[in-house]
């Protein structure tokens, strides 16, 4: 980046400032208008977005590259309270594949997500194959059940109790309990050297990935027993993902079809606030 990296065609340009409110520090007003005044720029493209009048260009983040958003429509807030309301975790799927086109449009959205100073980074690994599945199914199982029986923070962890069930569950009639047979998982994948920062970014644009699913008519679910295998870097794992050397799993979200609608929203604790 240069510090050149404004453009304002003059002609247009209203000097209303808002550019320069809206990214101070490093925007400023000159007597032609705004103009670049400290070279750091996150290429976040809030400048551009924000002028009323499409006078300001920015070669981090062009005009050309930026879409329209006239006539976009605002939900009102009991629908859009509904709409928050009705998302579920779906652990049921229907043995249905969901379209690889239909990923991709899930995905595009996910990535819209806000991060940190602009710093994204965030990449998708799609695993949709039936085989690929079971067996990380699998191997989930076989670290769950070495946690439990030799680590003590694992063993006396809140969910212990749980996860012994789920083992059981398991060995004893081979139900998928980490994925949930669910037709296809996406795993977030961040530099291993910004783990922390991508995987904020992934929480943020999992919950963009969980909300839009509704409106493809998909149902997905937090796949955290994958995450902490992961996370906890057991080789088995890492093997079946066969993933770049450079790259870490942030987390993990299962996709499919819902097997069930349900019909009712779920209550949640009470709100708890403070003022100041």
Known sequence: MTANFIKVDQETCSRCGICATVCPGVIGMGSNGPQ???????????????CPTGALDNTNTPLANQVSAAGNAVLDPDRAAGFLRSRRSIRNYQPKRVAREKLLKLLDIARMAPTACNSQGISYHVVDNPAILQKISAVVMD????????SPAMASAKYAPHLAMMVEMYRQSGEDVVLRSAPCLIVAVADKHSFATGRDNTY?????????????ELGTCWAGLFEYCAASGYEPL?????????????????VG?????????V?????QVTWQ
Request: hydrophobic share 45%; aromatic share 12%; glycine share 2%.
């Open 36 to 50: 670049a005044v400290r070279d750091l720029c996150v290429s976040c493209g809030q400048c551009v977005a924000v």
């Open 143 to 150: 670290w769950t059940e070495d946690q439990l029986n030799h």
């Open 204 to 216: 943020i644009s999992f919950a963009y990935l969980q909300l839009f699913a509704m409106s493809l």
């Open 238 to 254: 890492l093997q079946l993902l066969d993933l770049p050397e450079n790259l870490q799993v942030t987390s993990g979200m299962m």
């Open 257 to 265: 079809y819902p097997q069930f609608t349900y019909k009712r929203w």
């Open 267 to 271: 209550e949640r604790n009470l709100l």
